[in-house]
């Protein structure tokens, strides 16, 4: 049987030795498929000729000269790569403790890894996904923030963030107890916020409180770092970007977070500078600031 590694290297080579008979922007496609493979796993048709800039029609006739019998042939192979090759999230840690920096300060290469995944994360996808999920999130009548285990720290940046805006945003804090107690309480004009990042295992309650939403038509959002997350699958709007190469990091996560509140902020102005304002007001009148 062949290994992951086998298979994947005898697919990208099929990409570069067919390519070289294909006409210039069929060679054009091979060579972004080949520097985004991961990225375009679970693209249609339509994304990878919007991304790739060559037509629809241009993908189709690269997949047949390829030997695929059909586009979901291909994407299928590439879509069993990227999960074969998916490591645990917390490996992501060990890993950062032996990898070699020779000549580079700890800092940098941090900070290169954590640009290299936001930029990634950067597409018209997810820049519509969070323009949605602003007017979403501005609409709603009750928000529920549900985000454990190694998400929990998104969570309650989002929810801290919000809550100086709004006072509609509430996070669930004990578990899945507590959590069905806020969520039977929710109906179609409210929203639920699932935050699962990890990989290739995550949290179930983030998973049921997506799949509750879903089942009982509450909007769902999920913020996750894969498509692969089983949340992904309930939500009505997702949000998904790139984790980093080298370390365990939050940094695209939190980027997109910032974005979405800055974004909502807009589109709530009024009622969150009144609320703003009010509240520093308090927080002085208190002595709790100075």
């Known amino acids: 049987m062949q290994t992951e590694d086998k298979m994947r290297e005898d697919l990208l080579s099929l990409f570069r030795n067919?390519?070289?008979?294909?006409?210039?922007?069929?060679?054009e496609l091979c060579n972004y498929v080949i520097e985004n493979y991961k990225k375009i796993a679970f693209w249609t048709v339509e994304e990878l000729s919007k991304n790739s800039h060559v037509s629809p029609a241009t993908?189709?006739?690269?997949?047949?000269?390829?030997?695929?019998?059909?586009?979901?042939?291909?994407?299928?192979?590439?879509?069993?790569?990227?999960?074969?090759?998916?490591?645990?999230?917390?490996?992501?840690?060990?890993?950062?403790?032996?990898?070699?920096?020779?000549?580079?300060?700890?800092?940098?290469?941090?900070?290169?890894?954590?640009i290299g995944a936001i930029t990634a994360s950067i597409n018209n996808k997810l820049l519509d996904a969070i323009n949605m999920a602003a007017k979403t999130l501005s609409g709603a009548e009750?928000?529920?923030?549900?985000?454990?285990?190694?998400?929990?720290?998104?969570?309650?940046?989002?929810?801290?963030?919000?809550?100086?805006?709004?006072?509609?945003?509430?996070?669930?804090?004990?578990?899945?107890?507590?959590?069905?107690?806020?969520?039977?309480?929710?109906?179609?004009?409210?929203?639920?916020?699932?935050?699962?990042?990890?990989?290739?295992?995550?949290?179930m309650a983030s998973i049921k409180a997506a799949e509750y939403g879903h089942n009982n038509s509450i909007k769902t959002i999920v913020l996750t770092n894969s498509q692969l997350c089983p949340a992904a699958l309930y939500a009505d709007i997702l949000l998904c970007v790139e984790q980093t190469e080298n370390h365990y990091s939050l940094a695209s996560a939190i980027t997109a977070i910032e974005a979405l509140v800055i974004e909502t902020g807009a589109i709530k102005k009024e009622v969150a500078i009144?609320?703003?304002?009010?509240?520093e007001k308090t927080l002085i009148e208190k002595n709790i600031t100075l």
């Open 18 to 27: 067919e390519s070289i008979k294909l006409s210039l922007k069929q060679r």
């Open 59 to 114: 993908v189709v006739r690269t997949v047949k000269s390829l030997g695929f019998e059909s586009y979901r042939e291909m994407i299928g192979k590439i879509q069993n790569d990227v999960i074969n090759d998916k490591i645990p999230l917390w490996w992501n840690v060990e890993k950062s403790w032996d990898i070699e920096r020779t000549g580079t300060q700890v800092l940098t290469w941090v900070a290169r890894d954590n």
């Open 142 to 203: 009750k928000i529920c923030i549900v985000a454990v285990r190694s998400s929990r720290a998104i969570g309650i940046f989002l929810h801290s963030m919000l809550s100086q805006m709004m006072n509609n945003v509430y996070m669930i804090n004990y578990g899945e107890d507590e959590m069905y107690d806020m969520l039977t309480d929710m109906g179609n004009n409210d929203l639920i916020v699932v935050i699962s990042m990890g990989g290739p295992h995550y949290a």
């Open 274 to 279: 009144a609320k703003m304002r009010k509240l």
